[in-house]
T-cell receptor
């Protein structure tokens, strides 16, 4: 089984809909992250959490919210989806300090 | 603020040729630097990381990178490209609480 699991893997929805992307991990890491990937822009950080009670905005948090339900679970919500939120979304985890991040396989989200 | 710049969004090499993917960083303090690889329909996987222990860092699949402070560079190399190296490669810098990624370089390997 994958260490970092994202659901769903693909989602097509309409403008204005509420969307939730889920991430769960079995690595036992405290730190979890949400990124979006757009062609030519690399990965940009949306939100990150260093433990269950710690939530921080990243570079591009507008239009998104997150919930850290447990150490192993970190979900990303789009309250009212818009077409420019069409992207590939990745969840990642890491240990303490300057450790590398471990990524899920991504969720491809299309908003029509 | 920390950032990385990857020179060349696409690099094409012949099988067996040298692979050189360029990365320059900007950081106000000694950085932690990483190279990741992304294969189609997958997430990023760590290739190697620099954490100040040694300037030449060896990673998986025959890749290595050299940290050059004077040039603020961390270029990724492999002596001989293999078809299986075709993927997108990301340089990243970590400072304080987050990691910043470059825009990525797509490597194509020709037979």
């Amino acid at each position: 089984d994958a260490d970092v699991t994202q659901t769903p893997r693909n989602r097509i929805t309409k403008t204005g809909k509420r969307i939730m992307l889920e991430c769960s991990q079995t690595k036992g890491h405290d730190r979890m992250y949400w990124y979006r990937q757009d062609p030519g822009l690399g990965l940009r950080l949306i939100y990150y959490s260093f433990d269950v009670k710690d939530i921080n905005k990243g570079e591009i948090s507008d239009g998104y919210s997150v919930s850290r339900q447990a150490q192993a679970k970190f979900s990303l919500s789009l309250e009212s989806a818009i077409p420019n939120q069409t992207a590939l979304y990745f969840c990642a985890t890491s240990g303490q300090g300057y450790q590398p991040q471990h990524f899920g396989d991504g969720t491809r989200l299309s908003i029509l | 603020a920390q950032s990385v710049t990857q020179l060349g969004s696409h690099v094409s090499v012949s099988e067996g040729a040298l692979v050189l993917l360029r990365c320059n960083y900007s950081s106000s303090v000694p950085p932690y630097l990483f190279w990741y690889v992304q294969y189609p329909n997958q997430g990023l996987q760590l290739l190697l990381k620099y954490t100040s222990a040694a300037t030449l860092v060896k990673g998986i699949n025959g890749f290595e990178a050299e940290f050059k402070k004077s040039e603020t560079s961390f270029h990724l190399t492999k002596p001989s490209a293999h078809m299986s190296d075709a993927a997108e490669y990301f340089c990243a810098v970590s400072q304080y609480s987050d990691m910043r990624f470059g825009a990525g370089t797509r490597l194509t390997v020709k037979p």
